[in-house]
C-alpha cells in the first residue's frame, strides 16, 4: 500500500471518456468526473463521508486495462485515461443493481422513500423493471424505536452509509456491522434495540440512509386524528428554520416557502394556534442562564450541560456518567412548549389541558426523541410535507400568515453568562475531557446533535 501524500497545490492531468481534466493531485475518480459532467452511478458514496467501495456500481476502466477499479475510492494519477460507460461497464452496474433488488423488498409504492430512493432511482436509470434473478427478501417486521426511528433492516443494502455517521462522525457506536459473506449484516450491538444502546437518537444514520431501512417514525396519522376530534384543540408551534427544511424537502430554492406561508398551511390544515418556537426556546435559555446564576452564586458544579433534545441527556449518562450533575435541570424547548405554554393556552382559553394537544414542528429528526406525553408530538419537515400532500396544500402558492400571540409569564432574562455551543458529539467529547480535567472555563455547555453549525 502506497503510503505518498498528495499535494493539493499539484495538478494531474487526464483524460474521462476522451475528455481532458485537470484537478488537484489527491482527486478521486468520481470527484474528478464531476468536474468533467460525468455522472458515474453509486450507492454507497456519501459527500460528507469517506471512501468504502461497498457497492461497486461506479466501478471504472483505466488505461484499458481489464482490472476495473472503484471510482469512489481511487485518485486520479496523471495522464490516466479512464473510461466511464462503455456496455461492459453497463452490464456490470446493471447486474449488481439486479442482485440488490433480488434481496429487497418490492413494495415501492408503499415504501415511505418511494420516488426519494437511491437504489430505485438507479434500478430506472438501467432500465430495470424487474430483477432476473429470484427475490429472496426476507419479511421481518419493522422495528419502531423509541417513536422515533424505525429500522425496516429488511431495505439494507449493507452500504455501511449508517455505521460510518455512526462510528465516526457522531462517535456512538450504537451501529455496527457482524458476520462475513453472505451472512454480513448491519445491525446493533448484540442486536439489542437502539432504546437499549448509547443511541443518543440524533437521527444523522436516518438521514444518510439511501434507501427505507431506518427512517423517522411517521407520527401524522396521530396528529389528524387529533385534528379530526371536535372535541380536541390543537396548537403547533413551528421553528425558525422548518421553512429552509421544507424548501431542502421539496427540492425548490431558498425562499420559495416561507415562515409566513408554513404558518397559512398548518392552519388550513386544521390547527388552532400556531405559535413561534423562539417563545420556547428563550424562554428556556432565560432559565437556563438562571440555574447557572444560581449554581454560581451557590458554589455548586459548573458549568452547566444542556442540549438540543433529549438524547443529549443519554449522551451524557453513558459515556461521562460522572459529570451527569452538571446537566441542567430545565426542560428542552419541545417540552416546555407541550407543558408551560400549553398551560398558558389553556388558562387563556378556558379549555381543559387534558383536551389539548400540542404539536411542534421542527426540522430535526432529535427532537421527536423523549415526547413528554401521549399529545406531545414533533413533526419533522418530511412528515409535514406528507400532510401537506395529503390535504392538496400548494404552499408556495398561499399568502403569509403571522404567528398567534400568547399572553404568559416568561421566565425574566439573567444578564449574559458565558456560554459554548458545541456541534455534534465528537466535538462534544473534546468539551467533556476539557470539564473532567477542570480546563473548561466557560459556565454553559449546549450540545447540538448535527455537527453541521446550521442543521437546526
Avoid at 427532537?367 to 390535504?391: C, N, W
Avoid at 403569509?400 to 459554548?420: A, G, H, R, W, Y
Amino acid at each position: 500500500m502506497s503510503h505518498h501524500q498528495p499535494d493539493p497545490n499539484k495538478s494531474v492531468t487526464l483524460t474521462i471518456d476522451g475528455k481532458p481534466v485537470t484537478v488537484p493531485e489527491g482527486t478521486r475518480i468520481l470527484e474528478a468526473a464531476k468536474k468533467a459532467n460525468v455522472n458515474i452511478p453509486t450507492l454507497c458514496e456519501h459527500p460528507e463521508l469517506c471512501k468504502r467501495a461497498l457497492c461497486r456500481i461506479c466501478v471504472v476502466e483505466a488505461d484499458g486495462r481489464g482490472k476495473l477499479i472503484a471510482a469512489c475510492a481511487n485518485d486520479v494519477w496523471e495522464g490516466v485515461s479512464i473510461v466511464t460507460t462503455n456496455q461492459r461497464l453497463l452490464n456490470i452496474r446493471k447486474t449488481i443493481v439486479e442482485l440488490i433488488l433480488a434481496n429487497h423488498p418490492q413494495d415501492c409504492l408503499s415504501c415511505i422513500r418511494n420516488k426519494k430512493c437511491e437504489l430505485q432511482s438507479l434500478a430506472l436509470s438501467f432500465g430495470i423493471g424487474a430483477s432476473l434473478f429470484e427475490n429472496d427478501a426476507q419479511e421481518r417486521q419493522p422495528q419502531i424505536e423509541s417513536e422515533t426511528l424505525v429500522r425496516n433492516m429488511d431495505k439494507c443494502v449493507k452500504c455501511g452509509r449508517c455505521v460510518e455517521v455512526c462510528q465516526e462522525v457522531q462517535t456512538i457506536r450504537a451501529i455496527n456491522t457482524s458476520h462475513r459473506s453472505y451472512e454480513y449484516e448491519i445491525s446493533t450491538p448484540y442486536k439489542q434495540a437502539l432504546e437499549e444502546s448509547f443511541c443518543t437518537f440524533c437521527g444523522k444514520c436516518a438521514e444518510v440512509c439511501p434507501v427505507g431501512a431506518i427512517y423517522e417514525h411517521d407520527q401524522t396519522a396521530e396528529v389528524r386524528a387529533a385534528l379530526n376530534d371536535k372535541s380536541r384543540k390543537v396548537i403547533a408551534q413551528v421553528s425558525p428554520n422548518l421553512a429552509v427544511a421544507v424548501n431542502d424537502e421539496l427540492a425548490l430554492s431558498a425562499d420559495t416557502i416561507t415562515t409566513g406561508k408554513l404558518i397559512t398551511a398548518i392552519k388550513l390544515l386544521g390547527f388552532d394556534k400556531v405559535f413561534d418556537a423562539s417563545i420556547a426556546e428563550n424562554a428556556v435559555n432565560a432559565e437556563i442562564a438562571g440555574e447557572v446564576k444560581q449554581r454560581g452564586n451557590g458554589g455548586k458544579l459548573l458549568p452547566v450541560i444542556s442540549g438540543c433534545s433529549e438524547g443529549v441527556a443519554n449522551f451524557i449518562k453513558n459515556f461521562y456518567p460522572d459529570l451527569a450533575d452538571h446537566l441542567t435541570t430545565v426542560k428542552s424547548s419541545r417540552r416546555y412548549f407541550a407543558s408551560s405554554i400549553k398551560s398558558g393556552y389553556a388558562k387563556e382559553t378556558g379549555v381543559e389541558l387534558s383536551n389539548i394537544t400540542s404539536v411542534s414542528f421542527l426540522p430535526c429528526l432529535a427532537h421527536k426523541y423523549g415526547a413528554g406525553s401521549p399529545q406531545d408530538f414533533a413533526i419533522t419537515a418530511k412528515e409535514l410535507v406528507r400532510m401537506l400532500k395529503l390535504a392538496g396544500i400548494v404552499v408556495e402558492t398561499l399568502a403569509e400568515t403571522s404567528f398567534d400571540n400568547i399572553n404568559i409569564d416568561l421566565p425574566k432574562q439573567e444578564s449574559s453568562v458565558k456560554k459554548e455551543t458545541v456541534h455534534g458529539y465528537a466535538q462534544a467529547r473534546k468539551v467533556m475531557e476539557a470539564i473532567r480535567d477542570g480546563k473548561c472555563e466557560t459556565e454553559w455547555v449546549e450540545i447540538l446533535n448535527c455537527p453541521e453549525s446550521d442543521s437546526c
